[in-house]
């Protein structure tokens, strides 16, 4: 794995499949329905001592489509937080992109909406010092278009964009971080 990371770096995740369990054909719509997947609480704990910035980015079309509210989602993102912080780790931000991946002026993923948006709040990100996860073809699009590093994390998803590395979780990429610094 050959991924220079150091503290001036920025990690950016999906959410849905990454962080958490996602639900195939649905939404995740409210904090019941929030399951971390396997020891990701402690994969972002590994990921504060090697990056500068965690950020989450992620598509919800669930809100243009009238089944999920933006204040339940934002309940959602803080119970994820809250969880986290028990854990004693967080993320910096999270970043979601309302609109039906129809609508032509949508800010989804692959666009680079969200990360323009994140760079505005941190203006020390570089794209080219960062890494995106993601579980689909749109995460990965997403980070390549905007010249980042890109981990696919192994899933149920058909995907044909190749990223840099892939693996099973994100605690294992967390474990190689670890070990290439062994």
């Known amino acids: 794995m050959n991924f220079p990371v150091d503290s001036s ?11 958490n369990q996602r639900i195939i054909g649905g939404y995740v719509s409210s904090i019941d329905q929030f399951h971390f997947n396997d020891d990701v609480p402690k994969a972002i704990s590994i990921f504060r ?7 989450v980015v992620t598509n919800q079309q669930c809100i243009a489509k009238n ?3 933006k204040r339940n989602l934002r309940e959602i ?4 937080q809250m969880k986290l912080v028990e854990e004693n780790t967080f993320v910096d931000a999270v970043y979601f992109a309302p609109e039906l991946a129809s609508d032509p002026s949508n ?22 010092k960062s890494v995106m996860i993601g579980d689909t073809d749109s995460d990965i699009k997403f980070g390549k278009n905007l010249g980042m590093k890109t981990v696919l994390v192994s899933s149920d998803e058909n995907t044909n964009e190749k990223a840099d590395l892939e693996v ?3 605690y294992e990429f967390a474990l190689q971080l670890k070990k290439n610094d062994e």
């Open 107 to 128: 800010t989804r993923k692959p666009k680079p909406s969200m990360a323009l948006e994140a760079k505005k709040d941190f203006p020390d990100i570089d794209f080219q």
């Open 168 to 170: 099973k979780s994100l």
């Open 67 to 69: 089944i999920v509210s």
């Open 77 to 80: 993102h803080r119970y994820m």
């Open 49 to 55: 001592s090697y990056f500068k910035y965690i950020v």
């Open 9 to 19: 770096w920025t990690l950016f995740l999906d959410r849905d499949g990454v962080i």
